[in-house]
């Protein structure tokens, strides 16, 4: 790869709602080249005309940004070195066709997303110009130009790594953009590390979000911390069958030493200790708070069609997945009336033994 000074990378960043948006302020005020490019027409309009805001817990920076629409990209003549997407997975392969006519020939796309879209980012671009990444941030944006983040970089992580070793020359360069906004761990097994956190994303997404309430408040709920457990269980049991391991995750020591009995809950654990406010709110929730699809299909409907593939079930996620369906089918109103639902249909579905 092209070796290149800090100052004349050029980065470009698909999906700045709050995690890209968070990113690219951090690469901005570092002053590096990024362009933030976002299908929002009020938030590029707020950012073109303000900057990005993003309020963090002690401080409030607000920095002047290249914001694009999506229309805008045809416009673009320039190559970008380093493109990280950070779209909602269901978005994946659209974002990646969409900026693979501006990435440079030995240029780089990261996932930086939640869901298994290593293999869509690779499909689109070519797995020698493609990474996969896991982030762990806790931020929200319901405003147009403004982020609240909740974690400020030195308590945000990421872990980076080439899926199948082609483009592992290239972890280095997007490991420096990423540091600048977090600590970066760059693995050689990130399709493991991607799966640890997405059984993370299995316990805390749907059981939180189906009650419409803040993650440390919804898992509070009598029974419902039992149903986040099973969920991630049953994602773990899910990589593990697929040939995945248990790895390092969030930069916490230890927490890989957890057999398979316990690491659902730890990782749960982790997430509740380490990035969880009284009025943190799952991203899922964030969506249906906005009018917008979930990412439910691309979590536990991931771990349930995984299930199916291999010959086994997931009935706990099975019941969230469906749950969530009827919510964005408009058939089920979120809330906490819902909690007797979901326990009794996870007994119902998985014999679990939930007071």
Known sequence: MTAHSKSDVRIAIVGTGANGASIGADLAVAGRDVTFIEQWPAHVEAMKANGIRVELPARVITTPVRALHLCEVATLRELFDVVLISVKAYDTRWACELIKPRLAPDGVVVGVQNGM??????????????????????????????????????????????????????????????????????????????????VGNAAEFLPTAILDMPMVAGLN??????????????????????????????????????????????????????????????????DWMKGRRGEGDDINGYVVEQQRLLGGQAPVNKVLMDLSRQVERGELEPGPQNAELMISKVREAGGLEIA
């Open 221 to 286: 709920v009598p029974g419902i911390r039992e149903v986040a457990d099973a969920a991630g269980r049953e994602a773990l049991d899910t990589a593990l069958a697929l040939g995945h391991k248990i790895v390092p995750l969030f930069g916490m020591p230890g927490l890989e030493e957890h057999g398979p009995e316990t690491y659902a809950a730890a990782v749960l654990d982790a997430i509740m200790s380490g990035w969880a406010l009284e009025d943190t709110r799952v991203a899922l929730l964030q």
């Open 117 to 198: 879209t290593t293999d869509d980012v690779a499909s689109i671009v070519g797995a020698e110009r493609s990474l996969g990444a896991v982030i762990e941030n806790a931020a929200n944006m319901f405003d147009p130009g403004v982020v609240v983040r909740q974690t400020e970089p030195e308590g945000t992580w990421f872990a980076l790594g080439s899926p199948d070793g082609s483009s592992a020359h290239k972890a280095e360069l997007a490991a420096d953009i990423l540091r600048t906004s977090g600590t970066v761990e760059v693995t050689e097994d990130i399709l493991s590390a991607k799966w640890m956190k997405l």
